[in-house]
């Protein structure tokens, strides 16, 4: 069965500090997502990547990097955490071309 | 601004009605539009997803009804149940493009 894990389901960090989330995916896809999940505003892509070492911005990217080292293996940085990204983040997968994305089930980010 | 416009925010439904949610887009290269279902502490899931060459498409007791004139689309989930209730997003994408519009999300109550 299709797995995309995230490494951590609760996360508490501090204002300034530096994050990293985490995502694995088991599929050998070419494509991963990380979004981020906030209440009325739907899923919002913040980087994607199409295969290793490749990557793209999506619609709100400040604030962030990423970086895919191995091909199913992407990670969200946060470069200097503030409070306003506390949030849902949110990794997902899919094969090349216009195929579904699979999704892991989350990392809840609280920034105090 | 956002690709995909979803509504309602939220639904509440009685037990073995139908829940209808619908979304709008302006971008006529969207070629495939999948609906995702999410429940608490879950990632989102792929539920039915529909491409322009037809106008219906029905998995059990969901269906997606797709009018390209209008550029709508819109799930029912007929006898809606409580194991329904959920968060429902609908989304577009572009062929040969690996990214999604995902729009802002339904809450759907269902009443026992």
């Known amino acids: 069965d299709v797995k995309v894990t995230q490494s951590s389901r609760y996360l508490v960090k501090r204002t300034g500090e530096k994050v990293f989330l985490e995502c694995v995916q088991d599929m050998d896809h070419e494509n991963m997502f990380w979004y981020r999940q906030d209440p009325g505003l739907g899923l919002r892509l913040i980087y994607f990547s199409y295969d290793v070492k490749m990557k793209e911005k999506g619609d709100i990217p400040e604030g962030y990097s990423v970086s895919r080292e191995k091909k199913e293996r992407f990670s969200l940085i946060l470069e200097s955490a503030s409070t306003n990204q506390t949030s849902m983040y949110l990794c997902?997968?899919?094969?090349?071309?216009?195929?579904?994305?699979?999704f892991g089930d989350g990392t809840r980010l609280s920034i105090l | 601004q956002q690709q995909v416009k979803q509504s309602p925010q939220s639904l509440i439904v009685q037990k073995g009605g139908i829940s209808i949610i619908n979304c709008a887009y302006e971008?006529?290269?969207?070629?495939?539009f999948p609906w995702y279902q999410q429940f608490p502490g879950k990632g989102p899931a792929l539920l039915i997803a529909?491409?322009?060459?037809?106008s219906e498409k029905k998995e059990g007791r969901f269906t997606i009804s797709f009018n390209k004139s209008a550029k709508q689309f819109s799930l029912h989930i007929m006898d809606s149940q409580p194991g329904d209730s959920a968060t429902y997003f609908c989304a577009a994408s572009i062929r040969n493009f690996n990214k999604f519009y995902f729009g802002s999300g339904t809450k759907l109550n269902v009443k026992p």
């Open positions: 971008n006529t290269a969207f070629d495939y």
């Open positions: 529909i491409r322009p060459d037809v």
């Open positions: 997902a997968s899919s094969p090349t071309g216009n195929q579904p994305q699979h």
